[in-house]
């Protein structure tokens, strides 16, 4: 007599726990993974990734900023229609900061062309880019004699080592990276998206519904309470 509410609460946890567990599996909601697919294939047909745009902010930063440079090295050397027409028409290799202007320039066009027009998910052009400016400035730096004109024959070389191989780190450890992270992310949900596509008729509990089994153990419970009746009459 005792035993048959413990085996009443026993059957009534167990199946609590079992529709749980079917919440549990079929707790999956499709839509909320399509909307979550269609954000990162809208990432996508936006153009470029929000990193990748800094990116690219970063290296026409360093074109203007060695522009910028470049100007005021031309007006403090004599007025920029002199200084400019002794720099490039009368070029000296020695002497002239014209040349560093058109690394900058260099860099600019290969990595935009590279990776916001083409959009590269590779290092091989920032590699080319970096290496090219690297080797230019060490032989300019050795063989010319810059430091003989001023500060600016410090400055600008400086500059343009230092913001080529900062967009080199920004590419390599930011910029692949997190796109990787990302497509990554789209492939899981898309797999996760599939496999709630091929759970059968849809995922409401109404079709895992059980009626309670308080009512088939009451049940149970009053014909064995009838049965004992009549033994307890003899």
Known sequence: MNSLPADMENA?????????????????????????????????????????????????????????????????????????????????????????????????KMLILAYAVCRLRHWWAIALTTAVTSAFLLAKVILSKLFSQGAFGYVLPIISFILAWIETWFLDFKVLPQESEEENRLLIVQDASERAALIPGGLSDGQFYSPPESEAGSEEAEEKQDSEKPLLEL
């Not at 990734?49 to 007006?75: A, G, H, K, M, P």
């Not at 920029?80 to 002497?95: C, P």
Request: aromatic share 14%; net charge negative.
């Open 12 to 108: 009534l946890t167990g199946s609590q726990s079992s529709r749980a567990s079917l919440r549990d599996v079929h707790s999956i909601n499709p839509a909320q993974l399509m909307a979550r697919i269609e954000s990162y294939e809208g990432r996508e047909k936006k153009g470029i990734s929000d990193v990748r745009r800094t990116f690219c902010l970063f290296v026409t930063f360093d074109l203007l900023f060695v522009t910028l440079l470049w100007i005021i090295e031309l007006n403090v050397n004599g007025g920029i229609e002199n200084t400019l027409e002794k720099e490039v028409v009368q070029y000296d290799f020695y002497s002239s900061y014209f040349d560093i202007f058109l690394l900058a320039v260099f860099r600019f």
